[in-house]
């Protein structure tokens, strides 16, 4: 009978850290962000797309999405995080960072892309357990740390998944009656949730990427060894991402985003079968597997988001002059307003 230990002593090629507990825990917080992340971009796609009287069927697109599917996506994810090894958890979140500059760097100025949100899910993800198995190696208390950042993480996906129901189910209704706190609120502030994603996600990928350096970093004896993996590395990968990145702009398709997926962890995998394990090429296809089920996951949100940068890199011709629609309630208000400066000014001609 496989005793715990056993399985502790054959799992840290798999696993972050030490024990197999401390892996599953930083499995579950990674699991975690990406649930706030998809569930607080389902909630801006939502409430944007009901308030444009052209978009109600991707309004009922995304209501229509099954809520236990959502729960199968956090497990799923936490096992995919709580196995995969850190030397390929730590590439792929620079290898996002890298991909994330190029994309922000070849758009025009002003314009943003709201398909990296979720494109980011799996390295974000892999960045969270990666900068914890960093910044708590060799804390005496590293199960405890982690039990309060998973029982904070887990209070926070738990709000967030009750207010995605929320608003799918009855901000249309509350907006309108205005009486409810919470769709009060968002119908103020719908509008910051890509900056306030836009800057947690910064944050997150700058500790992920310095976090991702060193532990990638101290398997090399020497600087000349890290030289001769970081060069190539380097090199090789910032002409993938450009190519790609092209290839990307031009057939803005769901084909070409699953294409991506391939050919950049094909990268990976050449070059984890030269410098890396055996254990490395393992990961390689559990990531394969992760970065897919996310994109999949998130396929509705996808193709609005893409519409949406597409609209926005090549705009109709009279689409700039176009003013958004105003909501349905808000016609009574004006034309109430309208009556009664029309019945003052006519009070003063007289």
């Not at 001769?228 to 803005?252: D, G």
């Not at 991506?260 to 050449?270: A, C, E, S």
């Not at 011709?317 to 019945?343: I, L, M, N």
């Amino acid at each position: 009978m496989l005793s715990f230990e056993f399985l502790a002593s054959w799992l840290p090629g798999f696993a972050w850290g030490s024990s197999l507990m401390d892996s599953l825990l930083q499995g579950l917080i990674g699991a975690c962000a990406v649930s706030v992340l998809c569930s607080l971009v389902k909630i801006y796609l939502y409430i944007q797309c009901l308030n444009d009287p052209d978009r109600q069927k991707e309004e009922e697109t995304i209501r229509s999405q099954w809520s236990v599917l959502d729960h199968i996506h956090f497990f799923l994810l936490t096992l995919i995080f709580t196995v995969v090894g850190y030397r390929v958890a730590a590439l792929v979140v620079l290898e996002f960072s890298l991909r994330a500059v190029s994309m922000l760097l070849s758009l025009n100025k002003g314009a943003h892309s709201s398909q990296l949100y979720l494109l980011c899910q799996y390295s974000l993800g892999c960045g969270i357990s990666c900068s914890l198995s960093y910044l708590l190696e060799g804390a005496s208390h590293r199960s405890c740390n982690l039990t309060l950042a998973l029982g904070l993480a887990g209070l926070i996906t738990c709000y967030v998944w009750r207010l995605a129901r929320h608003v799918c189910t009855m901000y249309e209704l509350h907006s309108k009656e205005r009486y409810c706190g919470v769709c009060i609120f968002l119908l103020t502030t719908w509008h910051g949730i890509p900056t306030l994603l836009c800057n947690a996600l910064k944050i997150t990928f700058v500790v992920a990427d310095l976090a991702a350096v060193a532990l990638i970093n101290r398997d090399f004896l020497t600087t000349s060894e890290a030289i001769r993996f970081w060069t190539p590395l380097t090199i090789c990968y910032t002409l993938l991402v450009i190519y790609m990145q092209e290839e990307q702009r031009h057939n803005p398709s769901e084909q070409m985003v699953y294409q991506t997926v391939f050919v950049r962890m094909g990268g990976l995998l050449i070059l984890l079968m030269t410098v890396g394990r055996w254990m490395d090429i393992m990961n390689i296809f559990i990531s394969l597997v992760g970065e897919i089920w996310c994109l999949v996951r998130a396929g509705i949100m996808l193709d609005i988001c893409r519409a949406q940068d597409f609209s926005q890199r090549f705009p109709e011709p009279g689409s700039s002059s176009r003013q958004p629609q105003p909501r349905p309630e808000a016609f009574g208000r004006k034309s109430s307003s309208v009556t009664k400066s029309s019945s003052g000014g006519a009070g003063a001609e007289r």
